[in-house]
């Protein structure tokens, strides 16, 4: 099932020709950071997904995939979910200032209500030596339930507006495993990265 493999010093991708994860292992710790096929679309919504392949090639350990969709639905919603092979009992979100760590059981009435939470460029979960982050650079909604690591990408409420969101919409997230914890996995700097990419400027110098 295996179509494209990539390797670096780092993690090791694999994918098949579609663009489905299959793969992703942290070459330092030998984890594998996905625990069945990685990325699921859920409501059975049929759209185009295609892999950003220069963020695969490249020398970090994002999987970096640019959605481009023309979203037409109704009272639909459409989230990409990651079974990660992580045990772990809390997850970390970035908020406003800084970062925030939730319980992600169902013990209490209260935990099963956050079956989605508000994040803001990553949200990740670790073990002690080794964890998976989803970055993105503008979704906010996020679930983390069961071992699955999840991202809500568009929905399509029809009140208060009936043509909500009813346009083309251009939109990156990226997975990223790491040794470590978040803070020893730099995630808040590969966060960064993704929503500010370095650009380079030509200018002539008298």
């Given at each position: 099932r295996i179509s494209f493999e990539f390797k670096n010093s780092r993690v090791k991708k694999c994918l098949t020709k579609a663009g489905q994860l299959l793969e992703l292992i942290i070459t330092a710790t030998a984890h594998e950071a996905v625990d069945e096929n990685g990325n699921k679309i859920y409501n059975g919504v049929s759209c185009g997904v295609?892999?950003?392949?220069?963020?695969?090639?490249?020398?970090?350990?994002?999987?970096e995939v640019k959605n481009e969709i023309d979203w037409?639905?109704?009272?639909?919603?459409?989230?990409?979910?990651?079974?990660?092979?992580?045990?772990?009992?809390?997850?970390?979100?970035?908020?406003?200032?800084?970062?925030v760590e939730r319980e992600i059981h169902k013990n209490t009435?209260?935990?099963?209500?956050?079956?989605?939470?508000?994040?803001?460029?990553?949200?990740?979960?670790?073990?002690?030596?080794?964890?998976?982050?989803?970055?993105?650079?503008?979704?906010?909604?996020?679930?983390?339930q069961d071992g699955v690591l999840g991202l809500s990408m568009l929905k399509s409420a029809t009140f208060p507006n009936p043509?909500?969101?009813?346009?083309?919409?251009?939109?990156?997230?990226?997975?990223?495993?790491?040794?470590?914890?978040?803070?020893?996995?730099?995630?808040?700097?590969?966060a960064v990265a993704l929503n500010n990419p370095a650009e380079a400027v030509w200018k002539n110098i008298d």
């Amino acid at each position: 099932r295996i179509s494209f493999e990539f390797k670096n010093s780092r993690v090791k991708k694999c994918l098949t020709k579609a663009g489905q994860l299959l793969e992703l292992i942290i070459t330092a710790t030998a984890h594998e950071a996905v625990d069945e096929n990685g990325n699921k679309i859920y409501n059975g919504v049929s759209c185009g997904v295609y892999i950003d392949w220069d963020g695969i090639i490249g020398k970090d350990s994002r999987v970096e995939v640019k959605n481009e969709i023309d979203w037409h639905e109704h009272k639909q919603m459409m989230k990409i979910a990651f079974p990660l092979n992580v045990h772990a009992t809390k997850a970390n979100y970035e908020i406003q200032f800084g970062n925030v760590e939730r319980e992600i059981h169902k013990n209490t009435s209260w935990d099963a209500a956050k079956f989605e939470v508000c994040g803001h460029k990553w949200v990740d979960m670790s073990e002690y030596d080794y964890g998976v982050s989803l970055l993105n650079d503008c979704k906010y909604g996020c679930s983390v339930q069961d071992g699955v690591l999840g991202l809500s990408m568009l929905k399509s409420a029809t009140f208060p507006n009936p043509v909500a969101d009813q346009e083309l919409h251009e939109f990156t997230f990226s997975i990223l495993p790491h040794s470590g914890d978040f803070r020893q996995g730099e995630v808040v700097k590969e966060a960064v990265a993704l929503n500010n990419p370095a650009e380079a400027v030509w200018k002539n110098i008298d």
